[in-house]
């Protein structure tokens, strides 16, 4: 809390949105103290203050820098939390009276000389200092407190998900947690999520292990759906069948959104292809394909199962049954069956360019 009243100036930012969330919060909450929030606190949130144009755009933005250059009425701090803050760049317009560009330069100023009353909080999902305008970055980093919460390709969330257990007075081995990484990934948000219906499953002290954390998770339509799919790519056929049988039972008309999981899956594999082939580094991957580093590991793995020109003939072949499972509901069963059966053996493999 010391270190929160020594600065007017914060930025949480990166892929691990809970901990980014939570230590804003925080920070907010240690900055008010015992006042009244209603009072003294404020959220905007950039990116949609920024894509607005004309006079709209000039009625948000002048509403905003008013607040930030007005000393409150009711209290004797002012806290305002700028969300997306990766969007506040230099605009390439050099008119003065365009509202984008007067946001960026007197938030500059106000940044630069900084009223005794006003906080600010800025927070942004973005991995890299650099997708950051580098002069503001510089005066938060100055002036300020810069805390980054990013997830890498070898992260693994075990050690925080280990005090998130401790934390909610529940008991999960280590194997047990490592299965739960393994299904619903590193995305912490998720992973918080199915902690907190994992809570509401089984009463209080009961030891869960690794195969009631299997029954428990992977028996959600979504988790299951992500599983077949997982098995396909894998080349399992056996599992990926009983999971896809086990969905159309239960969903008898959900064909289309079990095929769009498998063409998303295959795209991204293919993706995956074409980045090692640009000589695209690792690092990027997460970034380019749009998936949490733990997860892209994974897929990685998936994807080096399988040959360029073999993703691409199941792409094909993809394109050509998306609308046959789309308007031949009776048959799609069947149609999926023989997808997958086709994908495992090793069928387009064999074809021929």
Sequence with gaps: MNQHRQKQI????????????ENAEKCINDLLENRER????????LFEMMKESGDEASRKIDEFLMNCETQPMFSDRKIIRLDHSEQLKKPNSKNSLSPHVRLFETLTRILADLPSYLFLVFTSPVMRDQEFSKPLFRVIQEKGQVQ????????SPLSWLQQRVREKGMKLDRNALLTLIEIVGNDLNDLDQELEKLKTRFSEGQ???????????????????????????????????????????????DQVRLFSLVILQY???????????????????????????????QALKQANQYTCYELESIMLELSRLDLEVKFHGGLSRLMLENLFQKICLGFFRELKA
């Design 148 to 155: 980054k919460y990013v997830a890498y390709d070898d992260h």
């Design 207 to 253: 030891e869960i292990d690794e195969e009631k954390l299997k029954t428990s998770v992977r028996g959600h339509k979504h988790t299951s759906a992500f599983r077949m799919a997982e098995a396909l790519a894998l080349k399992q056929l056996p599992l990926a069948l009983e999971i896809l049988d086990q969905q159309l039972n239960e969903a008898p008309r």
């Design 267 to 297: 795209r991204r594999l293919l993706n995956l292809h074409y980045l090692q082939q640009m000589r695209v580094p690792e690092s990027d991957f997460p970034q380019k394909i749009k998936l949490p580093p733990f997860l892209t590991k």
């Design 10 to 21: 914060y930025l949480f930012f990166g892929n691990q949105d809970l901990l980014v969330q």
């Design 38 to 45: 209603d009072w003294c606190f404020e959220r905007y949130d």
